[in-house]
């Protein structure tokens, strides 16, 4: 598309040059032979059909003319085929601001070494005077072209030629190049002068679109570079979420399977300690010994339990089981449920629910769950002495909230507290005892619509408030 907007201001450009050349004609050539003049305007017409096949090239077949020295090389060949000349240079300003040759065509029988330092003499001189420069071998040069000194024409001599004229090639008002044309025949010079002149601006427009030609294909490239980077990546990443499906698929069946070996026995062990606390004939260290299988056997198939949660969770095989109830009564559930843990750390339990918050409708076991691991993990961080306090209250008619305070220390940074990771070194204090649980609270909390904030206070103590709906939200319900 903007290939054809180039070609078709190219196109108008030339439209009025053409005009250009049949009003503007030197009035030396009106007063001459008619033969003369109509040569000229025909060689002029011809070079603009040239110029105008050049842009249409350049447009429909962007490979061909490709870059700014194609466009500045194929402009050279059409002023050298046309009059004969020994060279044709083309200089563009470079990113630094100086003209630079573009193009350097000669004769087959001119040295190409000879053509340099011509343009760059000649490229020089219109760069610092900003305006056309001609150098005549045995003729007064034109006023303004500075060199009174005749070194240009000695330097001329010297490479023999005759005759040389570097046209400033302009872009909205701004030098940007110069067009210098040099032969050993002063006349034929003269008579290309009108189509080096009509050449410059053309050659702006060409060397504009080759430019912005290659910048659109420098885009393309790296549009195309970029989405082979994605395809591999977007591989890469299929792969691997395949092989984390495998394994989380292989996790689930290998926690499945621990699961059942471990429970049978270890139904059997509690079981047997239940029945040997109830002998009346144990010593008090029977007793105690007991007692221990007993913690520690609970303590297991909590453990247990809590794996197969998260491994469910992750795997999103969880679901809610809704019904309504009573916040009221699943709280004081819960606070009975680790009464026997608030007993043994010498903690007090202190539970307030507002009594005119309304029944809610939601899954009361995972409710109860979390309730139990927030409960517990109060309790471990607390001093003996001390209390949990305990609230729940109404934010609006859609959502309550229940607020857990405890007497801990503070704690550094809570933002870990939710992540698994943190659990690989084993626990050394009681109040992480119950991380897991945690874990696998905040992701039922997310599976009942809630959300969940943690405040660690100063000079002691841990909020956790967590906001939940009183009615299920649509999506959730089964």
């Known amino acids: 598309m903007r290939s054809r907007v180039s070609w078709a201001c190219a196109l ?15 009035a030396d050539l009106t007063t001459g032979d008619s033969a003369v003049l109509d040569a000229r305007l025909k060689e002029l017409y011809g070079l603009s059909a040239e110029i105008v096949d050049l842009f249409h090239t350049q447009a429909f077949s962007p490979d061909t003319i490709s870059t700014p020295e194609d466009v500045c090389a194929a402009f050279a060949n059409m002023i050298l085929r046309h009059w004969d000349l020994c060279c044709i240079s083309i200089y563009l300003r470079d990113e630094e601001g100086h003209l630079q040759g573009s193009a350097i065509h000669t004769h087959e029988h001119f040295d190409e070494k000879k053509a340099r330092r011509v343009g760059a003499e000649f490229a020089a001189a219109v760069e610092f005077q900003g305006r056309e420069v001609q150098s005549w071998v045995g003729e007064n040069e034109p006023t ?16 023999g030629l005759r005759a040389c004229v570097a046209v400033p090639i302009h872009a909205r008002g701004k030098l940007v ?8 025949l002063p006349e034929r010079l003269r008579a290309a002068l009108d189509g080096i002149r009509f050449i410059a601006a053309p050659v702006v427009i060409g060397v504009s679109n080759a430019r912005r030609a290659a910048a659109m294909r420098d885009q393309h490239e790296r549009i195309d570079h970029l989405l082979e980077q994605l395809q591999q990546h977007s591989s890469a990443l299929e792969k691997a979420n395949r092989e984390l499906r495998h394994v989380a698929h292989y996790r689930s069946l290998f926690l499945a399977r621990m699961s059942h070996e471990l429970r049978t026995p270890l139904t059997s062990i509690l079981g047997f300690a239940e029945i040997l606390l109830d002998q009346e004939d144990l010593t008090e260290s029977q007793r105690r010994f007991c007692e221990k299988i007993q913690s520690s056997g609970r303590q297991l198939q909590t453990s ?7 491994s469910r969770l992750e795997a999103g095989q969880l679901e809610l089981f809704l019904h309504e109830f009573s916040v009221s009564e699943v709280l004081n559930e819960s606070c009975d449920a680790v009464a026997r843990l608030a007993q043994k750390q010498s903690v007090k339990i202190d539970c307030t629910p507002d009594r005119n918050l309304p029944s809610i409708v939601s899954d009361r076991g995972k409710l109860r769950q979390v309730l139990y691991n927030f409960f517990a993990h109060a309790i471990s961080r607390s001093p003996e002495g001390e209390a949990v306090r305990v609230r729940a209250e109404s934010l609006s008619p859609a959502r309550f909230q229940i607020i857990i305070e405890d007497e801990g220390e503070p704690l550094s940074d809570i933002s870990h507290i939710f ?20 874990v696998i609270s905040r992701r039922l909390i997310d599976l009942l619509g809630g959300t969940i904030e943690l405040e660690s206070r100063n000079p002691r103590g841990l909020k956790v408030a967590i906001e939940l709906p009183i009615r299920p939200t649509e999506g959730r319900q089964k």
């Open 144 to 159: 303004g072209n500075g060199r009174a000194d005749g070194s240009r024409e000695r330097m001329l001599e010297e490479l």
């Open 419 to 438: 992540e698994p990771v943190e659990m690989i070194a084993p626990s050394e204090t009681a109040s992480t005892m119950n991380e897991l649980g945690l």
């Open 177 to 184: 190049g110069a067009f210098v044309a040099a032969s050993v």
């Open 12 to 26: 108008s450009v030339l439209l009025e040059m053409s005009d250009l050349i049949s009003r503007g004609v030197p």
């Open 304 to 310: 247990l339990n809590q794996l197969v949660d998260l």
